[in-house]
């Protein structure tokens, strides 16, 4: 029922944060977790929460993961979930804000799991979409800040689990150099 009312309603402009994402981090997030040897018990909590993680999208972006808890609150009790499940799902979600700030292993997988695109080979389309999405909420100008932004975002970014980090690492700190090298020497020197 979340996933199509994802589908429908999330603004058209939202070429990232979008279905796609969702079903994204539930994947990776299920592939890590499995890799991590979680428990059957836990990953349901986990992948529910990644199905909800970006729901609040549906209303807003900037505190978009305390409506995304409203929403499983909403939602959850109908599907069986108790008081202390949807809290518990709702503790990962909120670990998925930036800076990311994991306090438990179920919260890091979630963290990795979101961001675990940083070092895939599909990183530049998957960037690609969210510059065109910031782009058009007027929360980047143009490529060169993007550049920028994504420079020290991923430069600063680090995964949590030991799935990601043998996986993604490497290619995710060629990605940052490649990034770095479309910035003008110029402005890259002035920000120093």
Same mark, same amino acid.
């Given at each position: 029922m979340l996933l199509g009312k994802l589908k429908s309603e999330l603004p /058209? @402009?939202?070429? =990232? @944060?979008?279905?796609?994402?969702?079903?994204?981090?539930?994947? /990776?997030?299920? &592939?890590? /977790?499995?890799?991590? @040897?979680?428990?059957?018990?836990d990953k349901e909590l986990l992948l529910t929460a990644a199905l909800f993680?970006?729901?609040? &999208?549906?209303?807003?972006?900037?505190g978009h993961e305390m409506e995304s808890c409203n929403i499983a609150r909403n939602y959850l009790?109908? =599907?069986?979930?108790?008081?202390?499940?949807i809290e518990a799902i709702c503790q990962l979600i909120m670990a998925t804000r930036l800076p990311q700030s994991?306090?438990?292993r179920l919260e890091e997988i979630l963290c990795d799991a979101?961001?675990?695109?940083?070092?895939r080979d599909d990183f530049f389309?998957?960037?690609?979409?969210? &510059?065109?999405?910031?782009? /058009?909420?007027g929360?980047?100008?143009?490529?060169?800040?993007?550049?920028?932004q994504q420079a020290d975002f991923i430069g600063n970014h680090r995964y949590f689990t030991e799935t990601p980090l043998k996986l993604l690492q490497a290619k995710k700190e060629?990605?940052?150099?490649?990034?770095?090298?479309?910035?003008?020497?110029?402005? &890259?020197?002035?920000?120093?």
């Open positions: /058209a @402009h939202l070429t =990232y @944060h979008n279905i796609d994402h969702t079903q994204d981090v539930m994947q /990776a997030a299920e &592939f890590i /977790a499995n890799s991590e @040897h979680v428990s059957d018990t993680h970006d729901s609040g &999208f549906l209303k807003l972006r900037d009790p109908l =599907y069986g979930y108790d008081f202390g499940e994991p306090q438990n979101d961001l675990d695109y940083l070092g389309m998957l960037s690609d979409r969210l &510059f065109v999405e910031l782009k /058009a909420e929360l980047v100008k143009d490529e060169t800040e993007w550049n920028m060629k990605y940052v150099e490649l990034i770095k090298s479309k910035i003008p020497t110029r402005i &890259f020197d002035e920000n120093q």
